[in-house]
């Protein structure tokens, strides 16, 4: 591609960027119009919102939301998917404030901690508090009931644990397929396959026409086929869906079997899972993405085969007993339990919390930071655009994690303890409730999550002033008062906290190994392609730690149905439409929380706030500095992307090799326009890490 040519195809994105925009406006202008239909619906006195959300292709829940008086009786708490709790009021648990002194740039850890009651809300907000037209459009998170309603969310569930498994996991018979070439390698064979129409049918009768027996787990590794008809539908879930739910002669869809509880397909956009069972005898296969692990450039089939050979060979000098499972987080899972003690502390296992608490967990700790900084709060034009990725990050945030039965510490505990203890608890493992102020003084990026407008959506408040209700972390709250910068005020309204413990410390440690092994064999290996084999092995490890401990989060479960259009009155009360054609409805519902051994949000979100905390200012105690966003000026932080940091200007931040060091991915000279979208920000991404490497091959 040459300048003009290059200069073409900018100018014809541009249009395409405009011509979503209009559309956009557009839609907005029909949800608008669909909210007013809604309204004008719930006046007829005998309307009720199970009729109307179908016809409007919401669920019941944002149906009541537009017209309250529509909500039926049966739509009560239990129903949904966050809990809501009373929050504990003024007079009941008095906030505690935290302060502590002012720190000096790049200073270690403060000593102490001044907590005293709180005075009533007008007196500490003053003239602060945000426009209450601010305040409707945040989301409001759940509180824990005051009294001992709440009390008696703080135990384990009974009768659940994660313990040390008693038999050994069987490894599955795997192929690997690339569905547009028809390249298929099994063990060491390669195969060139007649794919058809690259319907499931058409794969299924392919290789087990090639390779009679023994199958069960086949990798696609290049093709998509579940998107081939995505024209035909108006969401590529709805073509995933129909691709896996296609009629197959002599298949029907996989029931499950002995203790692998995974039934049924998996619809996903990017990464499906369609699992099969043959109608006679008792064969079962699921087809699925090997972008699961990794992301793919082009790989054949047989380096992706190398790189999982590799990545067993390598976790097998950790646990005798490994197996790759189908995908990264039943595999890091099925790993982690076979680090759980067999004798002394933990032998017992692992107990679950509540269900209560990790509903609450689920509705308030949020996993990475992801935020786009627009003009003003940065040029409009950038000097230049610095990618740094925090390296293998995760895996730094591992070493504590809370264990035992939980306690509650109110705002009127909190504010009783001494300096010390306040220090120890936030230093420890906890999950707090705070009301946050933003200092006046305050002109850089914001440090706490606040719940944005949007289901599931955070935001980072750092407007001077402003101030905000919220949940957090040990570790973020402790970097909001302790800042290189100035003291943000935190009020404790209330909290979790657990003992330090290492549940996750063995597992951690040994998969760190791992990737470290692999890694310098991708650096080492003198074989192109065994050293491709070995780099995306490495990957796959990252893979199993990242999704590893997402799954502890374990979120509530999502069942997805179809109803014919005809029947829309079929579709459930509580479910949310996802998709529709001129047949059918597709449809979502919560479950709610199945009954896991291994559910374990806490954990989850102990690293997560950790991992944020890190993103903001991080020591390097080697080389005696400090690394993060609030060691930048102001205004040069452009973006977030869960351990990536966009800049306007590169700094010499220590980088050893090491999980959390910040590693320089990309660097686009200037002057670059300001990314508005996450569109714009994904392609200087891409034209910075190949600008950065053109310069480092040059």
Same mark, same amino acid.
């Given at each position: ?44 006195? =005998? ?39 009373? =929050? ?5 648990? &008095? ?20 907590? *005293? ?18 305040? =409707? ?21 009974? +009768? ?100 692998? $509880? ?75 339990? $076979?680090?759980?003690?067999?004798? +002394? ?25 992801? *935020? ?10 950038? &000097?230049?655009?610095? *990618? ?7 895996? #730094?945030?591992?070493? !504590? ?5 939980? $306690? ?40 706490? &999550? ?25 570790? *973020? ?11 943000? =005020? ?21 998969? #760190? ?114 690394? +993060? ?30 999980? +959390?060091?910040?590693?320089? !991915? ?33």
């Amino acid at each position: 591609m040459d300048a003009q040519s290059y200069n073409a195809a900018l100018a014809d994105l541009r249009g395409v960027r405009d011509q979503i925009k209009k559309t956009q406006a557009a839609l907005v202008k029909l949800e608008a119009d669909r909210d007013r239909r809604i309204v004008q619906l719930a006046s007829y006195e =005998k309307a009720k919102a199970e009729r109307i959300a179908p016809a409007a292709g919401l669920g019941v829940a944002a149906v009541v939301a537009l017209a309250p008086a529509l909500a039926p009786d049966s739509l009560d708490l239990q129903q949904a998917p966050q809990p809501s709790a009373p =929050k504990p009021s003024t007079s009941e648990a &008095p906030s505690a404030a935290v302060t502590l002194p002012p720190q000096p740039q790049a200073a270690p850890a403060a000593t102490a901690v001044r907590a *005293e009651p709180a005075a009533p809300d007008a007196a500490r907000t003053g003239s602060t508090t945000p426009p209450a037209a601010a305040h =409707k459009a945040q989301r409001e998170l759940p509180s824990i009931p005051a009294g001992p309603s709440g009390d008696a969310w703080f135990a384990h569930t009974t +009768g659940l644990a994660s313990t040390r498994p008693n038999f050994t996991q069987q490894a599955r018979s795997t192929v690997f397929l690339d569905a547009t070439t028809g390249i298929l390698v099994h063990r060491s064979q390669t195969h060139h396959l007649d794919l058809a129409g690259r319907s499931a049918a058409d794969i299924l009768t392919a290789v087990f026409h090639t390779v009679p027996e023994g199958v069960e787990r086949i990798y696609i590794t290049a093709g998509d086929p579940w998107h081939r008809d995505a024209d035909r539908y108006p969401y590529l879930r709805d073509a995933v869906a129909a691709w896996l739910n296609a009629p197959i002669a002599g298949w029907r869809t996989d029931t499950g079997r002995g203790r692998d $509880r995974m039934a049924g397909h998996f619809v996903h956009a990017r990464h499906p899972v369609g699992r099969y069972q043959r109608e006679t005898g008792d064969l079962h296969v699921e087809i699925r993405s090997v972008g699961e692990w990794f992301d793919t450039d082009g790989d054949d089939p047989h380096i992706i085969r190398d790189a999982f050979v590799l990545l067993w060979q390598a976790l097998r000098r950790h646990w005798d007993d490994a197996v790759i499972m189908g995908s990264p987080s039943q595999t890091g899972r099925d790993l982690w339990t $076979r680090t759980i003690p067999a004798r +002394g502390q933990h032998a017992d296992g692992f107990p679950v919390l509540s269900e209560e608490l990790r509903s609450l967990l689920h509705a308030t700790a949020g996993q990475g930071r992801n *935020e786009l900084l627009t003009p003003p709060r940065v040029p409009e034009q950038l &000097p230049q655009l610095v *990618e740094y990725d925090r390296t293998f990050a995760y895996a #730094k945030h591992t070493w !504590k994690s809370p264990v035992g039965t939980p $306690r509650r510490i109110t705002a009127r505990t909190f504010a009783t303890w001494s300096e010390k203890e306040q220090m120890r608890a936030l230093y420890g493992c906890g999950h707090w409730q705070v009301r946050v102020t933003v200092p006046d003084t305050w002109n850089h990026i914001g440090l706490l &999550p606040a719940p944005a407008p949007a289901d599931r959506a955070w935001h980072y408040p750092a407007q001077p002033g402003t101030t905000f209700t919220t949940w957090a972390g040990g570790p *973020e709250i402790h970097t909001a008062l302790t800042n290189p910068l100035t003291p943000w =005020k935190v009020e404790i309204l209330d909290g979790i906290l657990w003992d330090d413990g290492k549940p996750l410390d063995d597992w951690a440690r040994k998969l #760190k190994d791992t990737w470290t092994n692999l890694s310098a064999q991708a650096h080492f290996q003198g074989n192109p392609q065994q050293a491709r084999a070995a780099h995306l092995a490495s990957r796959a490890v990252r893979s199993i730690l990242l999704y590893g401990i997402g799954s502890f989060a374990q979120r509530p479960r999502m069942v997805t149905g179809t109803t014919p259009r005809t029947m829309e009155r079929d579709v459930p009360p509580d479910a949310e439409i996802i998709g529709f054609d001129d047949e059918l409805i597709t449809w979502q519902k919560p479950t709610g929380f199945t009954r896991d051994p291994n559910a374990h949000p806490e954990w989850s979100a102990a690293i997560w706030s950790a991992a944020r905390a890190a993103l903001l200012t991080q020591r390097h105690r080697d080389d005696d500095t400090y690394a +993060g966003a609030l060691h930048t000026p102001p205004h040069t932080v452009v973006a977030f992307r869960t351990d990536a940091l966009y800049l306007t200007q590169p700094h010499h931040w220590p980088y050893h090799h090491q999980p +959390g060091d910040y590693l320089l !991915k990309g660097h686009l000279t200037g002057p670059v326009p300001a990314p508005t979208t996450e569109e714009e920000l994904l392609a200087l991404r891409d034209l910075g890490r190949s600008a950065l490497t053109t310069r480092q091959e040059g």
